[in-house]
């Protein structure tokens, strides 16, 4: 469960990025964040990482309070709280594999879990023949795909994804949100923000509309507004 409690986020001089957002999203939903950009999308997704704290209000992970996380806790909020972007940020020498292998050896996973791991969540993305190809010899769409599978190894409670079909064309962009299907399927809470209209339209999820960093609508079963 994600629950935001009356949650502000300012910047100087006078700049409101969130403005009292509150909200709950329940384990096992498929949740749209959209809104123009600038409207305190990107901010909300970095306080649910830990890489901003809000300026008022309150932010629990099922019950686990991180509005004032510290730097050490991060690395686990990270093992619940998994994160996919749209540009990769893949590691343009490592293969595949071993760019989904790095995250648990950061972690300081035994080479046993890893080799167990790594093929496991490469063929649930649909990896699993090009685990030894470099990023620059796969697609867009593969190189999203590798991305995902690097942060499905900790099993998370939460994916958010950040704009991720951004950088793909709308076959590329259509696959990656199927993925993104499954994962839920799988038990996986998902919340996609995008700029995307036509994806957020053919989802019929529940879609969250922020503006000018309020919340303007929640739709069990919405439609992109803006």
């Not at 992970?61 to 996919?84: C, H, M, N």
């Not at 958010?160 to 696959?175: K, M, R, V």
């Not at 809470?189 to 019929?204: A, G, Q, S, W, Y």
Request: glycine fraction near 8%; include cysteine; hydrophobic fraction near 40%.
């Amino acid at each position: 469960m994600i629950r935001l409690d009356n949650v502000s986020k300012l910047y100087q001089p006078n700049i409101k990025a969130l403005d009292h957002v509150s909200l709950t999203i329940k384990p096992g939903e498929f949740v749209s964040l959209v809104g123009q950009s600038g409207t305190g999308k990107t901010t909300l997704v970095r306080c649910l990482i830990g890489e901003e704290k809000p300026s008022e209000g309150k932010i629990l992970i099922g019950d686990w309070d991180i509005t004032d996380i510290g730097k050490s806790e991060i690395p686990y909020l990270r093992r619940q709280v998994a994160v996919i972007f749209q540009d990769f940020k893949l590691l343009p020498k490592k293969t595949l594999a071993e760019n989904v292998a790095f995250a648990l050896e950061v972690a300081g996973k035994s080479g046993a879990k890893i080799k167990s791991v790594v093929p496991e969540v490469m063929k649930i993305v649909g990896l699993g023949s090009k685990m030894k190809r470099y990023p620059n010899q796969v697609s867009g769409g593969e190189q999203q795909r590798a991305a995902i599978a690097r942060a499905l190894v900790y099993q998370p409670k939460v994916l958010l994804a950040d704009e991720p079909t951004g950088n793909l064309d709308s076959i590329n962009a259509q696959e990656i949100i199927d993925l993104l299907l499954k994962i839920n399927e799988f038990g996986t809470t998902v919340l996609l923000v995008t700029h995307n209209r036509e994806i957020v339209n053919r989802l019929k999820r529940r879609v969250i509309t922020l503006h000018d960093g309020r919340l303007i609508s929640d739709q069990a079963v919405g439609k992109y507004i803006i």
